[in-house]
């Protein structure tokens, strides 16, 4: 609709006597038709404005949020899971400590559990009530049986909610009802800002002059003159100006607002809508919001004077921002404080204590008050991605995410454990850190640390941080070598030398090994489990930049990737969840999986959105990929990870790789067992130097997670066309068992040395060799 | 959906069948945390937490240079030349999706079989049963790599992998792939 754009005025008869007699017939039908015009074009303008205020009012109100919940356990004979851990899953779930015979409550004694499930409705299916009976031992689940309800080997427990979202927003907002706000808050607000709130009709004119009067008094601004109604319509169109006609607007709104909507409907929609600080380019509106990013705190957990301070901003959020002008704030804060106190809404004690306390905002400022939050930032990075926006606009979605709660804890205990164990002094307190989980073959990511404060909600490392991926980048090397077994197999002995490149513009390049030794020649599968670089770069030269290019995209590396031999040193930067993409495939031997975080979206009723279904996409040739797991093996063994066993049980086998850039800057490792991939980094955030490695920074963050979770040790299949010989590698030949220099080798059909040696071992240790494992 | 498909389909119901009760040949070695670990600490509410500086204990000071050698370990790297059986919770998901799928109900069987997945991630009779219903549901890409997926953890066990292969070849066929199928038949073939 078209809008005139004279400023409508109210008709006003103002009967005057004119003393020219004659003109009176013609300028009183001039006056009417005036009139009756800007009668019409107010008429209309009104409703025009009716139809903005109030969709823009319906839009803000009442929204439900999407709920979010965590995968659900699954409950079966031999399912692993500690009895701690089932405990935690159980209250996270909504379980309650008791007979173990009501719906929703457990019974637990040691590790005999029994527990009475409610029920739950599924995405692909109902989910009975059920009665049932488990015991854990060593980490499993044993003797597992339904007591009551429908029999089955296998029971999903209801899935724990982790979180509110809306998903359709570009930011988290926290709204929040007005009966879980505490009433301090409000009436703080109206005692400050509109004391009449629940008396006019919008607009209070009295108020305008009882503000100015106050505001004389005080010698400065304590109170403003719009009513709360009015500042409700100003933040709606968030426009600085202040020209007379926006006020006639704001005045008219403000009146159909009250027209049409309950005092606490709009009181409500105030509290979440209100303009509170900015950071970058992000507003902060409403006092959910405003009461994570100040105080890193719920808004129902408020104390007297961080409501204050939160009210006295209302005024001038960036002129009285605490983070900025701490005194301007207190003076402010403590102004709000004696107004309360003046209300009669606490008492001089309260008062006093609390004009005492400092203005205590926390250190860093936080956006949400999921318990996850760097989780919960992937799940909304994986819904904007892969669903259409107007699906998500839908209220009060069902969210089904991946998220583990026993693994994520562990994630988090692992980095808020060990980061201060790492250094001292200011690069302690300069350090941070980022940790992904996924679950090897399926892609799901369960677990995800953002920071060295896992509650809080800040800057996200695991999917922000990018950073060089150093030494983490040599699989990919090797593994393009490896699928030429022609040329390459984990015997073939490369060069551990020092070289100059020369470009052709006359620069030089001259890479180097961490330890500045050089080794002369090394078999490949050592020069990889030692980390060494120039064997990495001269392998990597041979087969060619680009070829390995071609491996990092294969498996999944959609971010530029540089074509400069310095590449090959992983120049190339990355973040923790990219590089995790990328090493699902070596882990699931040459199988690309998607990472998501996101099983199903469904709507209030029950009906799913979409699927996310399984993928797998095989991107390398498995005996290959074979082949670099076993010098990734080597590596936890007897290369740059063995630290590892300090930490954990020599039974469980792993894989993985470390990797450091100059200067310490980032310290990686990635490895895998038999059910779990993990990532660590570590680092700081302004790039400075650090004197870890990969080995002594991630690799502890990483092991330390991996002796928290009960698992399965990695022993890949053997694919065909790979078969196992006793190899010496000094002398490129096959050899017995109980030669000396001999090695269990793995090598492609084919690829394998056509010489033999036999060695005269001594007889002793030959007999050693034939009786070994009779006698343990 | 040719015959061919539903005798593949039906060879492997049948293999399916007998890997219930065949014996298992040696799991993944499955390694506690012993005991509970001490409780976490609570997350931070506020700040002014006093830190606790601990410092690692000699003993378990990671170093970047050489550290002494941990315990030594006999082992060398693992592997196994058999792929994993299924568990009875896992086996009964793939029987209920087995049902489904006679219904006509692929999307329900592929979301049973995603949960078998989860609890049986390395035994590849469940890739070859997702690679059925993704047949049933018309996306032979998506079966085909399941297909692959489950051979690649078959292992040495000639019946599973012939399973796998002669599965892989109808696949191909039906996707206008003749010479990549007759490749499968032989790898079958020389089983």
């Known amino acids: 609709?078209?809008?005139?754009?004279?400023?409508?005025?109210?008709?006003?008869?103002?009967?005057?006597?004119?003393?020219?007699?004659?003109?009176?017939?013609?300028?009183?039908?001039?006056?009417?038709?005036?009139?009756?015009?800007?009668?019409?074009?107010?008429?209309?303008?009104?409703?025009?404005?009716?139809?903005?205020?109030?969709?823009?009012?319906?839009?803000?109100?009442?929204?439900?949020?999407?709920?979010?919940?965590?995968?659900?356990?699954?409950?079966?004979?031999?399912?692993?899971?500690?009895?701690?851990?089932?405990?935690?899953?159980?209250?996270?779930?909504?379980?309650?400590?008791?007979?173990?015979?009501?719906?929703?409550?457990?019974?637990?004694?040691?590790?005999?559990?029994?527990?009475?499930?409610?029920?739950?409705?599924?995405?692909?299916?109902?989910?009975?009530?059920?009665?049932?009976a488990l015991n854990i031992y060593g980490d499993r689940v044993q003797d597992f049986s339904v007591?009551?309800?429908?029999?089955?080997?296998?029971?999903?427990?209801?899935?724990?909610?982790?979180?509110?979202?809306?998903?359709?927003?570009?930011?988290?907002?926290?709204?929040?009802?007005?009966?879980?706000?505490?009433?301090?808050?409000?009436?703080?607000?109206?005692?400050?800002?509109?004391?009449?709130f629940y008396d006019h009709f919008g607009i209070a004119p009295l108020s305008i002059a009882r503000a100015m009067l106050a505001n004389i008094r005080a010698g400065e601004i304590v109170q403003g003159g719009s009513t709360l109604t009015q500042q409700l319509v100003k933040n709606f169109f968030l426009t600085r100006d202040q020209t007379l006609l926006r006020k006639g607007n704001e005045a008219i709104m403000s009146i159909l607002l009250e027209m049409h909507y309950e005092k606490e409907d709009i009181l409500e929609t105030y509290l979440n809508e209100v303009y509170l600080g900015q950071a970058g380019t992000r507003s902060i509106n409403g006092f959910g919001l405003a009461s994570q990013f100040y105080f890193g705190e719920s808004l129902k957990d408020l104390d007297v004077h961080q409501i204050a301070l939160l009210v006295g901003m209302v005024k001038g959020p960036s002129y009285y921002n605490p983070r900025r002008h701490p005194d301007r704030a207190m003076e402010r804060r403590n102004l709000v404080i004696s107004e309360m106190e003046e209300a009669g809404l606490i008492d001089s004690v309260r008062a006093a204590r609390a004009r005492g306390l400092p203005v205590g905002v926390s250190g860093k400022p936080s956006y949400s008050e999921n318990r996850y939050p760097a989780y919960i930032d992937l799940v909304r990075r994986h819904l904007a991605r892969d669903y259409r926006e107007e699906d998500l606009r839908s209220e009060g979605l069902r969210i089904f995410t991946t998220l583990n709660p026993a693994i994520q804890y562990a994630a988090e205990y692992a980095v808020t454990d060990t980061l201060p164990r790492l250094a001292s002094g200011e690069t302690r307190e300069a350090l941070e850190a980022a940790l992904v989980v996924t679950a090897k073959d399926s892609g799901e990511v369960l677990a995800l640390v953002g920071g060295k404060d896992p509650q809080f909600a800040g800057f996200n490392r695991a999917l922000d941080a990018n950073r060089p991926i150093g030494s983490l980048i040599k699989?990919?090397?090797?593994?393009?070598?490896?699928?030429?077994?022609?040329?390459?197999?984990?015997?073939?002995?490369?060069?551990?030398?020092?070289?100059?490149?020369?470009?052709?513009?006359?620069?030089?390049?001259?890479?180097?090994?961490?330890?500045?030794?050089?080794?002369?020649e090394v078999p490949l599968h050592e020069a990889l489990s030692h980390s060494y670089n120039l064997p990495a770069v001269r392998v990597g030269l041979d087969v060619g930049v680009g070829v390995v290019k071609e491996t990092l995209?294969?498996?999944?590396?959609?971010?530029?990737?540089?074509?400069?031999?310095?590449?090959?040193?992983?120049?190339?930067?990355?973040?923790?969840?990219?590089?995790?993409?990328?090493?699902?495939?070596?882990?699931?031997?040459?199988?690309?999986?998607?990472?998501?975080?996101?099983?199903?979206?469904?709507?209030?009723?029950?009906?799913?959105?979409?699927?996310?279904?399984?993928?797998?996409?095989?991107?390398?040739?498995?005996?290959?990929?074979?082949?670099?797991?076993?010098?990734?093996?080597?590596?936890?063994?007897?290369?740059?990870?063995?630290?590892?066993?300090?930490t954990l049980p020599k039974e469980l086998a792993l894989a993985g790789k470390t990797g450091t850039t100059d200067d310490g800057r980032d310290s990686w490792f990635a490895g895998f067992s038999g059910d779990l991939l993990a990532v660590a980094?570590?680092?700081?955030?302004?790039?400075?130097?650090?004197?870890?490695?990969?080995?002594?920074?991630?690799?502890?963050?990483?092991?330390?997670?991996?002796?928290?979770?009960?698992q399965h040790g990695l022993s890949p299949v053997v694919p065909d066309g790979v078969n196992y010989h006793w190899v010496n590698s000094e002398r490129q030949a096959l050899t017995d068992e109980y030669c000396d220099n001999a090695r269990l080798v793995p090598m492609i059909a084919g690829s394998e040395p056509d010489q033999t040696v036999s060695c005269s071992g001594t007889l002793q240790r030959r007999i050693q060799g034939w009786f070994e494992g009779f006698f343990q | 959906m040719n015959t061919r498909f539903l005798m593949s389909a039906a060879s492997m119901a049948a293999f399916l069948a007998?890997?219930?009760?065949?014996?298992?040949?040696?799991?993944?070695?499955?390694?506690?945390?012993?005991?509970?670990?001490?409780?976490?600490?609570?997350?931070?509410?506020?700040?002014?937490?006093?830190?606790?500086?601990?410092?690692?204990?000699?003993?378990?000071?990671?170093?970047?240079?050489?550290?002494?050698?941990?315990?030594?370990?006999?082992?060398?790297?693992?592997?196994?030349?058999?792929?994993?059986?299924?568990?009875?919770?896992?086996?009964?998901?793939?029987?209920?999706?087995?049902?489904?799928?006679?219904?006509?109900?692929?999307?329900?069987?592929?979301?049973?079989?995603?949960?078998?997945?989860?609890?049986?991630p390395r035994s590849a009779e469940v890739y070859f049963k997702l690679s059925e219903a993704y047949v049933a549901s018309n996306n032979?890409?998506?079966?085909?790599?399941?297909?692959?997926?489950?051979?690649?953890?078959?292992?040495?066990?000639?019946?599973?992998?012939?399973?796998?292969?002669?599965?892989?070849?109808?696949?191909?066929?039906?996707?206008?792939?003749?010479?990549?199928?007759?490749?499968?038949?032989?790898?079958?073939?020389?089983?």
């Open chain 1, 1 to 132: 609709m078209k809008k005139s754009n004279s400023s409508p005025r109210s008709p006003r008869k103002t009967p005057r006597k004119s003393s020219r007699n004659g003109r009176r017939p013609w300028f009183w039908r001039f006056f009417f038709r005036f009139a009756a015009i800007g009668f019409v074009l107010l008429v209309g303008w009104t409703v025009y404005l009716d139809a903005v205020i109030t969709s823009r009012f319906e839009g803000r109100r009442f929204e439900v949020p999407s709920r979010v919940y965590a995968r659900p356990l699954e409950l079966y004979d031999g399912a692993g899971i500690s009895s701690g851990g089932l405990e935690r899953e159980l209250q996270l779930a909504g379980f309650r400590k008791g007979d173990g015979s009501r719906a929703g409550t457990y019974r637990r004694s040691g590790g005999h559990f029994v527990i009475s499930t409610r029920g739950f409705q599924f995405p692909d299916g109902r989910e009975p009530k059920r009665r049932l």
């Open chain 1, 147 to 196: 007591l009551s309800g429908e029999a089955s080997p296998i029971v999903r427990l209801e899935p724990a909610q982790i979180g509110g979202i809306y998903p359709s927003h570009k930011e988290d907002r926290i709204l929040v009802q007005l009966e879980e706000v505490p009433a301090l808050l409000p009436a703080t607000l109206m005692a400050v800002e509109d004391r009449n």
């Open chain 1, 475 to 520: 699989p990919f090397i090797y593994l393009s070598a490896l699928e030429q077994p022609e040329r390459y197999t984990l015997i073939t002995p490369v060069l551990d030398k020092s070289f100059a490149l020369e470009f052709d513009d006359g620069r030089r390049w001259e890479p180097k090994n961490y330890d500045t030794k050089e080794r002369g």
């Open chain 1, 553 to 646: 995209q294969a498996f999944g590396v959609t971010s530029g990737i540089s074509e400069y031999p310095s590449m090959l040193l992983g120049s190339v930067s990355m973040n923790p969840v990219t590089v995790a993409q990328m090493y699902q495939g070596l882990a699931t031997s040459g199988f690309n999986t998607p990472l998501r975080t996101i099983r199903e979206v469904t709507d209030p009723k029950g009906e799913a959105l979409s699927r996310y279904s399984l993928e797998v996409d095989q991107v390398a040739d498995p005996a290959a990929v074979h082949l670099v797991q076993y010098a990734m093996q080597e590596t936890m063994q007897e290369g740059t990870g063995r630290s590892a066993y300090y």
């Open chain 1, 681 to 710: 980094w570590v680092g700081r955030d302004d790039n400075g130097p650090t004197s870890l490695t990969g080995a002594s920074g991630a690799l502890p963050v990483w092991s330390r997670f991996m002796a928290r979770v009960p």
């Open chain 2, 18 to 120: 007998l890997a219930g009760c065949a014996s298992s040949p040696g799991e993944s070695i499955y390694v506690p945390i012993g005991g509970d670990a001490p409780r976490a600490p609570e997350p931070p509410r506020t700040t002014g937490e006093a830190e606790q500086s601990t410092v690692w204990r000699k003993s378990e000071q990671p170093e970047a240079s050489e550290p002494a050698e941990p315990s030594p370990r006999s082992t060398s790297p693992s592997y196994r030349d058999s792929g994993e059986s299924l568990s009875p919770a896992a086996l009964s998901l793939i029987r209920e999706a087995d049902n489904l799928l006679a219904q006509g109900d692929a999307s329900g069987a592929i979301a049973r079989l995603e949960r078998a997945q989860r609890i049986a």
């Open chain 2, 140 to 191: 032979l890409g998506a079966a085909e790599q399941f297909t692959l997926k489950g051979l690649s953890l078959a292992g040495n066990d000639a019946q599973l992998q012939r399973a796998g292969w002669l599965l892989l070849a109808d696949i191909r066929r039906a996707r206008g792939n003749v010479a990549g199928a007759d490749q499968a038949e032989q790898r079958a073939a020389a089983l």
